[in-house]
Structures are given as structure tokens and as C-alpha cells.
């Protein structure tokens, strides 16, 4: 492929579904965790839209609206209402999807989004809206079956300015998305389930130009790698269209993993004409200062708190990153922080990094006890243990197993540091007619062959000698002789 | 004073009659009176069952309720065990109710019984009762006029004795106009007074539930039983409605000018002015009023609530229940055909014109309009009651018209709500009091009109004006 981005921009704005993590339904006391649940089994008359139904207004998902708000660094409307959008489609029940066209709960914001090399994009936040979701459709041949256990779920839809001018930073704008809004708590954050679901509107235009291309809308991805791989798709696809004289159609596109490819689902010709209007069912939604102000009290810190809690750490930004994507890593990091200092909290930092898997999303957290933590920093501190002794023994308390030094123990991971144990063996090294030539080389001044002598002495100790120990003595003692 | 239904119930208490028999009664009664086709089903069986229950009840000496053993109908469109909530539509003919209204709960709990459903319009949209998918339903008064409407069938089995009362649901007159049709009673509440949860939606904005009465005393009961705050509700407001025994002296009452034009039957203007006659002898203070905007309401009017109608109907389908067209192949084709088949013409026509003024590029010109309107027709009521305690007028232009007279005419047929929207809109009380009658015997109502949360005010004026 043509590197196009020498003669062209891309312009992005990102459209992100989020379900919102309420026991019950935005209208409807269902239960709003439908997976893996039996079809319209999770449904209530409400949800079904049987004549004579009126919605009653989750105060969870507005609560967590507000919560939302904080995290986008938004603002809370006072005044909110609920409009009508209309449609007929088999798993719309009411013929209409309830939402905020014209004023929705939170209003401008905008988040920075960390990248690869350190350095920040701010995205700016347009609004955004509460609504409910449609159910599902199962197609076979000849005939379609509906599933009504998710119609009814609430999502908040978070709205971006076109400020991302990159794949990158798609990708980066859509991970810090997802960590703030699970760490507010705001969602679940089950990927897999569909808990976030982004639409990119890309549009691509000769460099310099003062006017935005013709956009089109990737709906429905639903990993940061498929934001960022469709973002890709799609600008080499609209620029190579201009390079052959065309036009961009304004259309909506589907995403496929499996193809890496975007195709064009609806044209803006075949957009429905939704007939908004206010639901007069619901009353304006009117949130007081104290109110907004006890409920934001509640978020829990969020990812930028945590970086400049971090600050002084001194690990790289990378290993920052990996530790952010999941909040339990965060909270644990800053209680070893709170708890142990500096020293403990990089190495436990660095462990999390380094010998953890982290998906980019429920990935199954582990946890570890921080006494424990601090019991195993303290290990090696004193030497007790080799650093990739410290590396499995902490892997073994993140995944349930507690009192490190009992299990080094039985594990056989305790570093020997007695001093005369120690110099008995290599003593005993150091007399081995094997170890001749080294000790001749050392002497001569070849210093690398003490690797071998340090690995006899370890080897006859079974591997719990101090390595550092043992590289002493024998110099010492070479040095003697 | 106590009325009608108070001395029922004290005869069913004490053992006098009892509740099984009151619902016998009233079941031959429906019989006798079939003719005028005002009830689409009768609830007979579970009826009985309830009523046996409540005798039980009684024998046993436990309280058995303000209502206990009061036979009573609803309009179709509310959500009620025992018979089919067919909303008078084809849509619905076979819709058997999962749960029943919250106004209907309320009433059974007080141990009134439903005995039958009555004939509307269909989904409540017209004046007449014409548009009912089931057959018309005849005047009271007069078989070969209409029983006015939307709910008719309530109007008629009211003025008919086959109940002491009657549940309707009103969005621009359906209760009032077929009580002024009927002579009976009949309330429009506050918006909000009454929960609408269980009854068939129109237009939600404006869409109140209310009921038929023989006397005003009767309507303050039922009212009272019915009203308050209901979760299930969002638009219910907490309960204000307390009945009163008296009305203050000398209550500023105006005649409202624009709604007694020639263009309101001489009789009709006649009567009403009878009635104001009566209440200036009862020592109130009565002038005329001007409101202009009164004459923009209609237009208002039949834009705000097709475009809720529109959008309620939607859910009518043909997927989930209700009718499905057979013989269908594509969505569009199930979609089209069940809506065609399920609907009357009536529902067709404020659907179409609902969707018009909602479509990208007309809601400012008229939803958003209209809305505005609305507010400044809001305001003229608010600077109105600043001198005034209770507006008056008629409550219909006419007497009961010949049925088939306004079919091939909507906009004649809508002409009949123009003294009953303005109070729809601005979400205001409004009672018809039955007012004497024209030269051929049909009944005349004058409708009272108060500011919001005024319902026992204008109860308790009407109820005054009876005893004189």
C-alpha cells in the first residue's frame, strides 16, 4: 500500500456505546444482566411494549450518568429530558427508542488520552446522551427470532468532537474511555459482552485543506485493536478512492475481525427519517447542585489521579499503561505505595508489568494481599531471594497464596547468605582442579571467566547461594591466594 | 352530602341488599339495554366471583371497602381482567390484559365490581363512538343520535342506570362531551391526578382518566378512590384530592365570550346562561371573559396529539401480539398489512398526520409551533384565574348530532371538541354538569373549568348548585 499520510489527513470522531452497570432496566424493573440468560426471560410488560406500559426512570442510571460526567470532566445538565426517536424494526417493541436528542444529561467535556510515546491527545467531548437499547435478532432461513432480554438496557452514549487525527490515537482515546468509565464504575466493561461498543466517523482530506472530507460511520466495533485496525482500513480505502478520482459515500460500514475489512451497510439515501420528539411519559429529569456534587463525591480515583500519584515512581509510562488497564492493579500499586514507599510500590510496579498478563479487557483479575506484598519486597531487599525467585513467588500471592517467606520456603527459593557456608563451597570450587584455567584467567586479568566459578559454586549449592556473595568470596579469595 | 353510590354502599353493609345482587341487577340491566350497543363485553363471571366475595367479606365483619359491591364499567381501552382489552380496534380483539390498570386496582380494592367494557372509538380517537372497530353506540336519549365520544359506551351505560358509574378516559373531551351528550356527570381531572398506568395510551401528554356520574357527590367518591401518586406512573402528582362538603361564597366565576359565539347552538347558549343565572342567584360573582386564543386550539390541538398518536400506536405492530396479517413475505409487507388491517380510518388519518408534522423538516413548523401556542394558551388560562376562580362555557357547541351526520366531514367532527381541548392542553380540571335540555329532549351540559388541582372545587360548586 501507498504510504498516503504524506498527502493526506484523516479526521476522526468517535461515537461510544456504554452499558451502564444498574441492577435494573433504564424503564423497566428487569434485570439488566441478560447474558447467557434464556431469550426474553430478562423482560418485564414494560420492555415488551404491551399497550397501556409506561417507563419509569432508572435513578441508578441517571446516578450513573452523573458519575460518567465526572470522568469526561463534564458538566451535569440541571434541566434533562427524553425524546422519542422512532423506527419499526422487529426488536424496537415500542416503535420508538427512548433517548436525549435535544438535552441530554451530560454536557461538553473532554479526556486525555495517553500515547505510546509518552505524550497525550485531549479529546474533546461533544455531550452525552442517556438511552435505552433494542433488543436482538437471530436470523435463520426463512425466519427471524427476537430476543427481548436486552431491549430496555440502559447505555450512555459519549459523543466525541472530531479531534483524533490518527489510528493511534482512536485506539487511545477508546482505552482511556474504557478506563474511566470502569473505574468510575460506570460500567462493567465486559468487551466481550458488548458493554462498550464504538463508532468511528473517519473522513480523510488533501493535507493543508481547510474543508473535512465526506465521512462515513464504522459502527459497532468492539475492541480498541478493531477501533484502531478499522480506522486504519478506512482511510487507506477512502484515499485510495480519491487517488482514482472518486467520491467518498456517506454511508454507514460494518467491521469484520476476520477480514480486517470495513463494507457499506446503508447509505445516507436509505436514512430513516426518526421523527424525534419529546416523551411526554417521562417528566424533565432536574438534577441539583448537591445532588451532582454527593454522587461525584462517590468516583473512585481515575486513571489521570493515579499518574500523578505515580508520578515520582520513576517507571516507564509503558509500564504505567499496563498497569492502569486494570483498576485492581491500580489500586493495589497505590497501596503499596500508601503503605511501603517509593522502593516497594516501583518494584511491585514492575512485577505487575512485566509477569502479568493484562488483557485490554476482562481479563480475570488477580489480587494479592499488600502485607504480603510488602513481606516479599522486603525478601529482597535483604537478598533473601534472587529477583526471579521474587518474580515467581509474586506471581504465586497474586494468584492466592499468601505468606511469602513460608513459601519460599517450601518452594526452596531461599537465598543462602551465610557467609561461611557459602565460602566452604567455593573453597571447595576454588581447590577443583576444573577451576584452574579460571582462576588463572581471573588473575591474569580475563574477569569473565568469575561467570563460571559464580555458576559451579551456585550449581553446588543447589541454587540457593547468593550469587552476589558467592562472586565476592571468590574474588576475595582469589585475590588472598 | 352523601350521594347515590354512599347509600348503596351502606345498603350492601348493613345487609339491606348485597353485592351479589347489585351485580345481577346491573347485568340484566346491560341485557335490557343492548340495543344501544354501548358495552363490548361483560366481565359476568368474575363479577359474580367478586361480589360473592365481598358478601363473604361482609358476613365475616371485616370492612369490606368504600365502594363495596358497586357495579361499575370501563371504557375499553383500559387494561381489565375478565374480558378482552380490545381498545375497540381489530388490533386488539383478542388481547387478553396481564395485569389490570392501577385506577381499576384502586377501584377493586375499595371492593367496587367491573361488570363490562364499553364501546369507544377506536384507540379513543373521535367524538362519537362511530369509529369504534365493534358498531356504533346509540344516545341515551335518542337512539338515532350518537352518544358522543370517545367514551360512549361509558356515557350511555351511566345515563342508562346499567352502573352508578363509569370509568373513561379523556384527551380532548371524550369524557366531558359524551356526559353533556348523555346528561350525566362527567370529570376531566387534573393531568397527573390519576395514574394512567394499564389504559391504552393516546396521547400521553394530555390523556387523563376520569369517570360518569349520576350526581357530583358520586363523582368526588370515585375520584377520590382513584386519585394519587403512582410509581408506575412518572407523570402522577402526589395526591391533593380532598372532597369538600361546602364552597366558599361568592366565588369569582367567568363566562368565557369566545366559547359562546353564534356558532354555539342558540339552546345551548340559552342553557348556559340559565345556569349562570342560578349561580349569580347563589351569590357568585360572574362576568364574561375574552380569550382569543380559544380559537387556535383545535389547530393546536390536532397537531400535538396526532403527533403522540403517531408515536403510541407504533408499538402496534403485528410482532409481538395483537393482530398479524397472514399470507405475509417481506417485514415491510407483515408491517403494512396488520397496520392496514388493524386500524379504522380514523387511527389511519391522525397517524399519517402525526408522522407528517414530526418529519425532518416540518416538526418546527408545527409540532414545535403548536408547543408554543400551547404555552401562550397556558398563559392566558394562568392570567384568567389571577381574577377568576372558575371559567365556564358549554361543554359541547351542539346537542347529540344524527349519527352518520359528521362521518365524510373530520374537521366537522372535530369542531364538536373545541370547548373541551383548551382545558386538555393546559392540563386543567374540567367537570360537565348536566344543564336542562333543548327543544327536542337531548341534553345540554355547561362545562366548569378551574385552575390545576381546583377538581373539589368545581365538584363541590356543581354539587351546591344541585341542591338549589
Known amino acids: 500500500m501507498t504510504d498516503f499520510h504524506d498527502k493526506y489527513d484523516m479526521t476522526i470522531g468517535i461515537e461510544c456505546h456504554v452499558q451502564l452497570a444498574t441492577k435494573t432496566k433504564l424503564f423497566s424493573p428487569a434485570d439488566n444482566d441478560a447474558r447467557d440468560a434464556v431469550p426474553n426471560t430478562k423482560t418485564h410488560p414494560i420492555d415488551f411494549g404491551l399497550p397501556g406500559m409506561l417507563p419509569v426512570l432508572n435513578r441508578e442510571a441517571v446516578t450513573l450518568a452523573v458519575k460518567a460526567a465526572k470522568a469526561l470532566n463534564a458538566d451535569v445538565a440541571e434541566v434533562s429530558r427524553f425524546d422519542r426517536k422512532h423506527y419499526f424494526y422487529p426488536d424496537l417493541p415500542n416503535g420508538y427508542q427512548i433517548t436525549q436528542m435535544y438535552h441530554p444529561t451530560i454536557l461538553e467535556g473532554w479526556i486525555d488520552a495517553p500515547l505510546e510515546d509518552g505524550s497525550s491527545v485531549r479529546v474533546r467531548i461533544n455531550h452525552a446522551h442517556i438511552e435505552s437499547d433494542a433488543g436482538k435478532l437471530t436470523h435463520f432461513g426463512g425466519y427471524s427470532l427476537v430476543d427481548l432480554n436486552r431491549a430496555g438496557t440502559p447505555l450512555i452514549e459519549i459523543v466525541s468532537e472530531a479531534d483524533i487525527h490518527s489510528p493511534a490515537e482512536a485506539r487511545a482515546y477508546a482505552t482511556e474511555l474504557y478506563r474511566l468509565m470502569t473505574y468510575a464504575g460506570v460500567t462493567h466493561g465486559d468487551l466481550y459482552h458488548g458493554n462498550m461498543r464504538f463508532d468511528v466517523n473517519l473522513s480523510v482530506a488533501p493535507k493543508g485543506s481547510s474543508t473535512l472530507g465526506t465521512r462515513t460511520e464504522t459502527k459497532n466495533l468492539n475492541s480498541f485493536r478493531s477501533v484502531e485496525r478499522a480506522a486504519e482500513y478506512e482511510f487507506y480505502r477512502q484515499c485510495e478512492l480519491l487517488e482514482q478520482g472518486e467520491r467518498i459515500v456517506q454511508e454507514t460500514r460494518g467491521w469484520s475481525d476476520d477480514t480486517g475489512k470495513t463494507t457499506s451497510q446503508r447509505s ?55 498497569i492502569l488497564a486494570d483498576q485492581q492493579y491500580a489500586k493495589l500499586v497505590s497501596a503499596v ?106 588473575k591474569s586479568g580475563n574477569d569473565k571467566a568469575i561467570g563460571f566459578l559464580v555458576g559451579q559454586v551456585m550449581k553446588d549449592s543447589k541454587g540457593q547461594a547468593n550469587p552476589a556473595m558467592a562472586q565476592k568470596l571468590i574474588r576475595d579469595k582469589i585475590a588472598r591466594s | 352530602m352523601a350521594g347515590y353510590i354512599d347509600g348503596l354502599v351502606q345498603d350492601v353493609r348493613s345487609g339491606k341488599t348485597t353485592a351479589r345482587a347489585l351485580v345481577e341487577q346491573a347485568l340484566e340491566k346491560a341485557k335490557e339495554t343492548e340495543s344501544y350497543h354501548a358495552l363490548l363485553s361483560l366481565t359476568a363471571e368474575r363479577a359474580l366471583e367478586r361480589a360473592d366475595a365481598i358478601d363473604q367479606t361482609i358476613a365475616g365483619g371485616k370492612a369490606p371497602g368504600r365502594l363495596a359491591g358497586v357495579p361499575f364499567v370501563v371504557k375499553d381501552n383500559f387494561l381489565a381482567f375478565g374480558a378482552p382489552t380490545t381498545a375497540a380496534s381489530k388490533m386488539l380483539e383478542h388481547y387478553d390484559a396481564p395485569l389490570q390498570a392501577t385506577a381499576v386496582e384502586k377501584l377493586e380494592a375499595e371492593g367496587a365490581i367491573c361488570i363490562g367494557k364499553a364501546n369507544l372509538d377506536a384507540f379513543a380517537h ?45 384527551t380532548g373531551g371524550s369524557i366531558r362531551q359524551p356526559a353533556s351528550f348523555n ?13 394512567r398506568y394499564g389504559v391504552v395510551a393516546m396521547a400521553s401528554g394530555t390523556d387523563v382518566i376520569g369517570c360518569f356520574a349520576k350526581d357530583a357527590a358520586d363523582i368526588a367518591l370515585v375520584t377520590d378512590v382513584m386519585a394519587g401518586q403512582d410509581w408506575r406512573d412518572m407523570t402522577t402528582l402526589p395526591d391533593f384530592f380532598a372532597p369538600q362538603d361546602t364552597v366558599p361564597e361568592k366565588l369569582r366565576i367567568g363566562v368565557v365570550k369566545d366559547m359562546m359565539t353564534d356558532d354555539v347552538d342558540a339552546s345551548v347558549r340559552q342553557a348556559t346562561e340559565a345556569y349562570v343565572g342560578r349561580l349569580e342567584a347563589a351569590g357568585h360573582v360572574v362576568d364574561y371573559v375574552d380569550m382569543p386564543i380559544v380559537k387556535h386550539t383545535l389547530a393546536m390541538y390536532y397537531i400535538i396529539v396526532p403527533a403522540e398518536v403517531s408515536s403510541n400506536l407504533a408499538r402496534y405492530d403485528g410482532v409481538r401480539y395483537g393482530l398479524r396479517a397472514e399470507g405475509v413475505k417481506t417485514l415491510a409487507e407483515l408491517y403494512g398489512k396488520s397496520r392496514s388491517e388493524g386500524f379504522v380510518t380514523e387511527n389511519k388519518r391522525r397517524i399519517m398526520i402525526g408522522s407528517f408534522v414530526l418529519s425532518s423538516g416540518y416538526y418546527d413548523a408545527y409540532y414545535n409551533q403548536a408547543q408554543k401556542a400551547r404555552t401562550l394558551l397556558i398563559e392566558a388560562y394562568n392570567k384568567l384565574f389571577e381574577s377568576h376562580d372558575v ?38 380540571p374540567a367537570l360537565n354538569v348536566p344543564a336542562g335540555e333543548d327543544t327536542s329532549g337531548l341534553p345540554i351540559g355547561v362545562q366548569l373549568t378551574g385552575p390545576q388541582k381546583s377538581d373539589a372545587l368545581l365538584i363541590a360548586l356543581a354539587q351546591s348548585m344541585e341542591e338549589k
Open chain 2, 391 to 428: 371559567l365556564i362555557s358549554p361543554t359541547a357547541p351542539t346537542t347529540a348530532f344524527g349519527i352518520g351526520e359528521n362521518t365524510d366531514d373530520p374537521i366537522k367532527m372535530y369542531l364538536s371538541d373545541v370547548m373541551t381541548v383548551p382545558a386538555s392542553l393546559a392540563g386543567l
Open chain 2, 126 to 170: 373521535g367524538g362519537s363512538t362511530e369509529n369504534s372497530a365493534y358498531g356504533v353506540t346509540m344516545n341515551a336519549h335518542d337512539t338515532t343520535k350518537v352518544a358522543g365520544g370517545s367514551s360512549g359506551g361509558s356515557a350511555v351505560v351511566t345515563a342508562l342506570d346499567v352502573v352508578p358509574f363509569a370509568l373513561g378516559t379523556d
Open chain 1, 337 to 442: 505505595l500508601a503503605d511501603g514507599g517509593l522502593t516497594a510500590a516501583k518494584r511491585v510496579a514492575n512485577w505487575i508489568a512485566s509477569s502479568l498478563t493484562i488483557d485490554e479487557a476482562g481479563s480475570e483479575t488477580m489480587n494479592a494481599d499488600v502485607a504480603d506484598l510488602l513481606a516479599l519486597c522486603a525478601m529482597v531487599d535483604a537478598n533473601e531471594v534472587s529477583s526471579n525467585a521474587a518474580t515467581e513467588l509474586f506471581n504465586d500471592l497474586m494468584a492466592g497464596a499468601c505468606d511469602p517467606r513460608v513459601l519460599a520456603e517450601q518452594k526452596g527459593l531461599l537465598q543462602n547468605s551465610d557467609e561461611d557456608a557459602i565460602g566452604a563451597i567455593v573453597d571447595a570450587v576454588l581447590a577443583n582442579p576444573a577451576s584452574q584455567k579460571a582462576v588463572e584467567d581471573i
Open chain 2, 183 to 195: 346528561g350525566v356527570y362527567g370529570m376531566k381531572p387534573t393531568y397527573g391526578m390519576i395514574s
Open chain 1, 268 to 322: 445516507k439515501e436509505d436514512a430513516q427519517d426518526y421523527r424525534y420528539m419529546p416523551d411526554a411519559d417521562i417528566p424533565p429529569v432536574i438534577l441539583e447542585h448537591a445532588f451532582i456534587e454527593k454522587v461525584q463525591a462517590t468516583v473512585p480515583k481515575l486513571p489521570s489521579e493515579y499518574r500523578q500519584e505515580w508520578s515520582e515512581l520513576a517507571v516507564d509510562k509503558s509500564v504505567i499503561n499496563s
